[in-house]
């Protein structure tokens, strides 16, 4: 499986991102997808996770402000972040386990900046 994420950038704190991750190759052996994000001298930590059926689950520092949205026709995650914080900028990865080994599947990951 290969994850691309696209979308980061550089924006002013309460702007709004908007970032993808489209899975390819052997998309049938994943189902839930989502972000991680990890900033400089930092752990990797969760964004937010949504599974083929729409559940969905956010780390507590970005409820209420992300949402995470999925197209299964086109194997693609979206990430929509509003009121960006300078608290925010890290790299963000896109995630996808292994249905049934738990394997995880990284992609390369998208940076997102915000000014302060």
């Known amino acids: 499986v290969q994850l691309q994420a696209s979308g980061g950038g550089l924006v002013q704190a309460g702007g709004s991102l908007r970032l993808s991750c489209a899975a390819s190759g052997s998309w049938n052996s994943i189902d839930v997808m989502g972000w991680y994000r990890q900033a400089p001298g930092k752990q990797r930590e969760l964004v937010a996770t949504i599974t083929p059926g729409g559940l969905t689950n956010y780390g507590d520092s970005v409820k209420g402000r992300f949402t995470i949205s999925r197209d299964n026709a086109k194997n693609t995650i979206y990430l929509q972040m509003n009121t960006l914080k300078p608290e925010d900028t890290a790299h963000y990865y896109c995630?996808?386990?292994?249905?049934?080994?738990?394997?995880?599947?990284w992609g390369r990951g998208t940076q997102v900046t915000v000014s302060s």
């Open positions: 995630n996808a386990p292994h249905r049934f080994t738990g394997v995880d599947y």
